[in-house]
Protein backbone atom coordinates (compact mmCIF):
# COMPACT_ATOMS: atom_id res chain seq x y z
CA UNK A 1 0.00 0.00 0.00
CA UNK A 2 1.79 3.47 -0.87
CA UNK A 3 -1.32 5.71 -0.80
CA UNK A 4 -1.95 8.38 1.12
CA UNK A 5 -5.19 9.24 1.55
CA UNK A 6 -7.48 12.58 2.45
CA UNK A 7 -10.86 13.93 3.41
CA UNK A 8 -12.99 15.34 2.39
CA UNK A 9 -12.10 15.99 -1.50
CA UNK A 10 -13.78 19.53 -0.98
CA UNK A 11 -14.60 21.69 1.44
CA UNK A 12 -16.49 24.96 1.54
CA UNK A 13 -16.83 26.75 4.95
CA UNK A 14 -17.47 30.14 6.64
CA UNK A 15 -15.20 32.38 8.01
CA UNK A 16 -16.45 31.65 11.44
CA UNK A 17 -16.70 27.72 10.68
CA UNK A 18 -14.17 25.34 12.49
CA UNK A 19 -13.16 22.12 10.18
CA UNK A 20 -10.98 19.60 10.19
CA UNK A 21 -8.81 17.88 7.08
CA UNK A 22 -7.86 14.72 7.56
CA UNK A 23 -4.58 12.61 6.34
CA UNK A 24 -3.88 8.70 6.79
CA UNK A 25 -0.99 6.34 5.71
CA UNK A 26 -0.54 2.82 6.24
CA UNK A 27 3.28 2.59 4.77
CA UNK A 28 4.67 2.71 8.20
CA UNK A 29 5.92 6.32 7.88
CA UNK A 30 7.28 7.94 10.00
CA UNK A 31 7.11 11.94 8.78
CA UNK A 32 4.28 13.55 7.66
CA UNK A 33 3.62 17.00 6.14
CA UNK A 34 1.08 19.38 5.37
CA UNK A 35 1.72 21.56 2.35
CA UNK A 36 -0.65 24.66 0.97
CA UNK A 37 -1.06 25.28 -2.63
CA UNK A 38 -2.31 28.12 -4.76
CA UNK A 39 -3.15 27.48 -8.41
CA UNK A 40 -0.25 27.56 -10.82
CA UNK A 41 2.27 27.77 -7.65
CA UNK A 42 4.33 24.62 -6.08
CA UNK A 43 3.22 23.68 -2.64
CA UNK A 44 4.31 25.55 0.12
CA UNK A 45 5.56 23.59 3.63
CA UNK A 46 3.14 24.51 6.28
CA UNK A 47 4.19 21.77 9.29
CA UNK A 48 6.40 18.77 9.35
CA UNK A 49 5.76 15.55 11.88
CA UNK A 50 8.56 13.40 12.68
CA UNK A 51 7.69 10.46 15.07
CA UNK A 52 4.33 12.36 15.79
CA UNK A 53 6.20 15.50 16.89
CA UNK A 54 6.03 18.67 15.33
CA UNK A 55 9.52 19.55 13.80
CA UNK A 56 8.91 22.41 11.73
CA UNK A 57 6.25 24.96 11.67
CA UNK A 58 6.90 27.08 8.88
CA UNK A 59 5.13 30.75 10.42
CA UNK A 60 1.52 29.42 10.08
CA UNK A 61 -1.23 31.48 11.48
CA UNK A 62 -2.39 29.96 14.57
CA UNK A 63 -6.10 29.79 12.92
CA UNK A 64 -3.77 26.72 11.43
CA UNK A 65 -3.60 24.07 13.65
CA UNK A 66 -1.82 20.74 13.51
CA UNK A 67 -2.37 17.20 15.04
CA UNK A 68 -0.85 13.61 15.05
CA UNK A 69 -2.81 11.26 17.04
CA UNK A 70 -0.52 8.41 15.97
CA UNK A 71 1.74 7.75 13.09
CA UNK A 72 -0.78 6.87 10.99
CA UNK A 73 -3.20 9.74 10.90
CA UNK A 74 -2.21 14.02 10.84
CA UNK A 75 -5.26 16.04 11.13
CA UNK A 76 -5.17 20.21 9.83
CA UNK A 77 -7.67 21.82 12.22
CA UNK A 78 -9.04 25.19 10.67
CA UNK A 79 -10.53 28.14 12.76
CA UNK A 80 -11.63 31.58 11.57
CA UNK A 81 -10.17 31.49 8.23
CA UNK A 82 -9.96 34.02 5.35
CA UNK A 83 -10.78 33.90 1.91
CA UNK A 84 -6.85 33.96 1.20
CA UNK A 85 -6.59 30.60 2.71
CA UNK A 86 -8.76 28.91 -0.47
CA UNK A 87 -6.40 26.54 -1.47
CA UNK A 88 -5.00 23.22 -2.30
CA UNK A 89 -4.27 21.15 1.33
CA UNK A 90 -1.84 19.09 0.19
CA UNK A 91 -0.72 16.03 3.20
CA UNK A 92 2.70 13.88 2.27
CA UNK A 93 4.46 11.03 3.94
CA UNK A 94 8.10 9.83 4.06
CA UNK A 95 10.21 7.29 5.37
CA UNK A 96 11.68 9.66 8.38
CA UNK A 97 11.82 13.25 7.74
CA UNK A 98 15.41 13.95 5.77
CA UNK A 99 14.71 10.95 3.24
CA UNK A 100 13.98 10.64 -0.47
CA UNK A 101 10.71 10.01 -1.41
CA UNK A 102 7.59 11.82 -0.32
CA UNK A 103 4.27 10.20 -1.23
CA UNK A 104 1.38 12.86 -1.54
CA UNK A 105 -2.23 12.40 -0.85
CA UNK A 106 -4.90 13.95 -3.41
CA UNK A 107 -5.32 17.08 -1.71
CA UNK A 108 -8.79 18.87 -0.02
CA UNK A 109 -9.62 21.54 -1.91
CA UNK A 110 -10.66 24.51 0.36
CA UNK A 111 -12.51 27.55 -0.05
CA UNK A 112 -13.52 29.78 2.38
CA UNK A 113 -16.64 32.38 1.87
CA UNK B 1 19.68 31.33 -2.08
CA UNK B 2 18.15 27.87 -3.19
CA UNK B 3 16.10 28.24 -6.70
CA UNK B 4 15.09 25.64 -9.00
CA UNK B 5 14.10 27.48 -12.36
CA UNK B 6 12.17 25.91 -14.94
CA UNK B 7 11.21 26.19 -18.48
CA UNK B 8 9.05 26.34 -20.18
CA UNK B 9 6.36 27.87 -18.30
CA UNK B 10 3.97 25.87 -20.48
CA UNK B 11 4.17 23.75 -23.44
CA UNK B 12 1.18 22.60 -26.45
CA UNK B 13 2.03 19.98 -28.38
CA UNK B 14 0.38 17.03 -30.31
CA UNK B 15 -0.58 14.00 -29.52
CA UNK B 16 2.18 11.44 -29.97
CA UNK B 17 4.64 13.95 -30.09
CA UNK B 18 8.07 13.98 -28.13
CA UNK B 19 8.72 17.00 -25.51
CA UNK B 20 11.43 18.13 -23.39
CA UNK B 21 11.11 20.05 -20.39
CA UNK B 22 14.22 22.00 -18.39
CA UNK B 23 14.78 22.20 -14.54
CA UNK B 24 18.40 24.53 -13.33
CA UNK B 25 18.71 24.67 -9.55
CA UNK B 26 20.96 26.25 -7.65
CA UNK B 27 20.77 24.35 -4.59
CA UNK B 28 23.47 23.43 -2.56
CA UNK B 29 24.13 21.20 -1.09
CA UNK B 30 22.74 18.90 -3.27
CA UNK B 31 21.34 15.44 -2.46
CA UNK B 32 18.91 14.43 -5.26
CA UNK B 33 16.49 16.13 -8.04
CA UNK B 34 13.27 14.47 -8.64
CA UNK B 35 10.62 15.12 -11.04
CA UNK B 36 6.91 14.76 -9.99
CA UNK B 37 3.69 14.92 -12.12
CA UNK B 38 0.38 16.77 -10.95
CA UNK B 39 -2.98 16.54 -12.59
CA UNK B 40 -5.20 19.91 -11.99
CA UNK B 41 -6.55 19.62 -8.33
CA UNK B 42 -4.29 16.67 -7.22
CA UNK B 43 -1.68 15.76 -5.19
CA UNK B 44 1.79 15.42 -7.12
CA UNK B 45 2.86 12.16 -8.08
CA UNK B 46 6.92 10.88 -8.49
CA UNK B 47 8.10 10.13 -11.84
CA UNK B 48 12.15 9.90 -11.24
CA UNK B 49 14.97 10.26 -8.52
CA UNK B 50 18.20 10.92 -9.35
CA UNK B 51 21.22 11.55 -7.03
CA UNK B 52 24.69 12.98 -7.86
CA UNK B 53 26.02 10.19 -9.57
CA UNK B 54 22.99 9.08 -12.16
CA UNK B 55 23.28 10.97 -15.88
CA UNK B 56 19.75 9.21 -17.07
CA UNK B 57 16.91 7.42 -15.54
CA UNK B 58 13.88 6.55 -17.42
CA UNK B 59 10.27 5.29 -16.19
CA UNK B 60 8.32 3.74 -19.25
CA UNK B 61 8.16 6.88 -21.89
CA UNK B 62 9.32 9.61 -18.91
CA UNK B 63 13.51 9.95 -19.16
CA UNK B 64 15.16 12.19 -16.85
CA UNK B 65 18.79 13.55 -17.36
CA UNK B 66 21.13 15.48 -14.66
CA UNK B 67 24.26 17.10 -15.29
CA UNK B 68 25.68 17.30 -11.73
CA UNK B 69 28.17 20.32 -13.16
CA UNK B 70 26.30 22.85 -14.67
CA UNK B 71 23.30 21.47 -12.31
CA UNK B 72 20.37 20.72 -14.76
CA UNK B 73 18.17 18.45 -15.30
CA UNK B 74 16.06 17.36 -18.54
CA UNK B 75 12.73 15.44 -18.57
CA UNK B 76 12.14 14.07 -21.93
CA UNK B 77 8.59 12.71 -22.40
CA UNK B 78 8.09 10.44 -25.72
CA UNK B 79 5.42 9.54 -28.01
CA UNK B 80 3.12 11.61 -25.97
CA UNK B 81 -0.61 10.50 -24.54
CA UNK B 82 -3.68 13.16 -23.90
CA UNK B 83 -3.47 11.52 -20.42
CA UNK B 84 0.42 13.60 -20.26
CA UNK B 85 -1.46 16.75 -19.88
CA UNK B 86 -0.56 17.85 -16.36
CA UNK B 87 2.03 20.19 -14.31
CA UNK B 88 5.87 18.78 -14.19
CA UNK B 89 7.35 20.14 -11.14
CA UNK B 90 11.13 20.21 -10.52
CA UNK B 91 11.97 19.10 -6.64
CA UNK B 92 15.73 19.58 -5.47
CA UNK B 93 16.85 18.31 -2.11
CA UNK B 94 19.22 20.29 -0.49
CA UNK B 95 17.41 23.47 0.40
CA UNK B 96 14.64 24.41 2.62
CA UNK B 97 13.23 23.94 5.92
CA UNK B 98 12.11 20.46 4.25
CA UNK B 99 15.46 19.87 2.52
CA UNK B 100 13.36 20.40 -0.46
CA UNK B 101 13.63 23.58 -3.08
CA UNK B 102 10.62 23.34 -5.71
CA UNK B 103 10.34 24.81 -9.46
CA UNK B 104 6.40 26.18 -10.33
CA UNK B 105 6.09 23.90 -13.11
CA UNK B 106 5.58 22.97 -16.42
CA UNK B 107 2.37 23.19 -17.38
CA UNK B 108 1.99 20.62 -20.39
CA UNK B 109 -0.92 20.47 -22.71
CA UNK B 110 -1.09 17.67 -25.08
CA UNK B 111 -4.10 18.20 -28.06
CA UNK B 112 -5.39 15.37 -30.57
Known sequence: DTEV?????????????????????????????WYKQKAKKPPELMFVYSYEKLSINESVPSRFSP??????????????????????????????????????????????? | KNQVEQSPQSLIILEGKNCTLQCNYTVSPFSNLRWYKQDTGRGPVSLTIMTFSENTKSNGRYTATLDADTKQS???????????????????????????????????????
Open chain 1, 5 to 33: TQTPKHLVMGMTNKKSLKCEQHMGHRAMY
Open chain 1, 67 to 113: ECPNSSLLNLHLHALQPEDSALYLCASSQVADTDTQYFGPGTRLTVL
Open chain 2, 74 to 112: SLHITASQLSDSASYICVVRGGGADGLTFGKGTHLIIQP
